[in-house]
Nanobody, 121 residues
């Protein structure tokens, strides 16, 4: 599946941003990873296709919220109370809902192009 992500940008600490991602097909568990310079890609959040359950990395719990519109094949990541350590390239990811089984990069077969989020202190 192809993924088209948008959103991101620059914001001061404490601010908010929203990312969106649309898949070219339906039936996918979708979410986000991020990668800061010099570091590996890390899980951020995902929403399960089967039951709509959201999952979050501990570092973003209580600050980020993922949501979806099944008819639009779109997910959004609302990011609040942003911190400088949230600065990274954010990648939309997707895996067939019937196949998805984990939170590692290898558990997602489709990746978007990445969008930069920069949080200044």
């Amino acid at each position: 599946v192809q993924l088209q992500a948008s959103g991101g940008g620059s914001v001061q600490a404490g601010g908010s941003l929203t990312l969106s991602c649309t898949a070219s097909g339906r039936g996918y568990t979708m979410g986000w990873f991020r990668q800061a310079p010099g570091l590996e890609r890390k899980f951020v959040s995902v929403i399960n296709w089967n039951d709509g359950a959201p999952y979050y990395a501990d570092s973003v719990k209580g600050r980020f919220a993922i949501s979806r519109d099944i008819a639009m094949n779109t997910v959004w990541l609302q990011m609040n109370d942003l911190k400088p350590e949230d600065t990274a390239v954010y990648y939309c990811v997707a895996e067939l809902g019937t196949r998805w089984n984990g939170f590692l990069p290898r558990n997602f077969g489709s990746w978007g192009q990445g969008t930069q989020v920069t949080v200044s202190s």
